[in-house]
């Protein structure tokens, strides 16, 4: 069973890294453009990324997104990714845990923290394994393992009926997510894979009490495609040709989330390509914007490659604060200068 799931996430870096991996779906980030300010009266050098997330201070609002973990070529990619994340101040978000409980294998895939001793680190789980036996104890577990100063639980029910052996009785998951909240000695947030979550779900999961959500809307790597590609069931492999295009797109679930909650920690992912993308999701309301597929070639590469990566990230949102006259990220999130083309 551990040695499918190293398979499984193997088979995931490999084609993620494909194109064929995405869905056909827009994030409608594309949909919003800036007002440009040709007097923006204020100093360039001048301009302050910072924030906080889960009480962990970060340099900049971006952050990596859940990837992958438990193969071994994940070794590597997190390691990169980490070391990256520490010198830039990105916050940093781990693959799947569930492996990590269930065999040593690949273990050091997700311990990071001598890596990147300073900034916070989100650990992952698949909610769905709340019906299959994974306790609270087994999630604290995972946080002591990990050393994370948050957890993430995913919701990926469509992915789930296209993997192989997946994992689909999704049935009460709410009380457990309420229970497991309450029970966790860290903050719990909650994320989508790519689908996206809409007004209604992020209602009910703050309702239960949790610290963030990541709406991780359509507009970047579907899932359903993924495992379409992994299949050898021909039956599945057609019934997700039809979903290529499905999700809720990220710019439409972060405004309604946004206006629905107006005070609740939110990150936006989901075809975020760019700082510039970044800077138009946290105008329309995102408090923070991951990166997931878009950094994964550096990542296999080097640290350095990534550090260039992220580099040119804060840059381009620099460049947009700078364009539209804003020196501090709260200014970025009340600018009046987007608008919808």
Not at 106 to 123: D, E, M, N, V
Not at 169 to 178: D, P, R
Not at 216 to 231: D, N
């Amino acid at each position: 069973m551990t040695d499918d799931i190293h398979k499984r996430k193997s088979e995931h870096i490999t084609y993620s890294l494909s194109d064929e991996s995405l869905g056909t779906n827009r994030s409608g980030i594309e949909a919003y453009y800036f007002r440009h300010n040709a007097l923006p009266e204020i100093d360039f050098d001048a301009i302050d990324l910072s924030t906080s997330l889960v009480g962990q201070s970060l340099s900049s609002p971006f952050l990596v997104s859940s990837m992958t973990g438990g193969a071994e070529m994940a070794e590597s990619i997190n390691r990169h990714l980490a070391i990256a994340a520490e010198q830039q101040g990105w916050a940093l978000a781990l693959g799947s845990t569930r492996v990590i409980l269930e065999k040593e294998d690949f273990r050091s895939s997700f311990q990071l923290r001598s890596h990147a001793p300073s900034i916070p680190i989100i650990a992952n789980l698949g909610a769905v394994q709340l019906n299959y036996g994974v306790t609270h104890a087994d999630v604290e577990r995972i946080i002591d393992l990990t050393e994370a100063n948050a957890l993430v639980l995913h919701l990926n029910s469509i992915q789930e009926i296209i993997q192989p052996g997946g994992d689909t009785n999704f049935a009460g998951l709410l009380e457990k997510i309420e229970a497991l909240v309450d029970a966790l000695s860290v903050p719990v947030g909650v994320k989508e894979v790519g689908f996206g979550i809409d007004r209604d779900v992020a209602r009910q999961l703050y309702d239960a009490g949790v610290s963030f959500i990541d709406i991780a809307g359509a507009g970047g790597t579907s899932w359903s495609q993924v495992e379409k590609l992994r299949s050898q069931e021909p039956i599945k492999k057609q019934a997700a040709e039809a979903f290529a295009s499905w999700g809720n797109p990220t710019a439409k679930c972060l405004t309604d989330v946004r206006q629905a909650l107006p005070d609740h920690p939110l990150i936006a992912s989901g075809g975020i390509r760019n700082g510039l993308d970044g800077a138009k999701a946290i105008a329309l309301g995102a408090d923070y914007v991951g990166f997931a597929r878009k950094i994964l070639k550096e990542a296999v590469e080097s640290p350095e490659h990534v550090i260039e990566w992220m580099k040119v990230k804060e840059l381009e949102l620099q460049m947009v604060m700078f364009g539209i006259g804003a020196s501090h990220l709260d200014d970025l999130k009340t600018t009046d200068r987007i608008e919808k083309a």
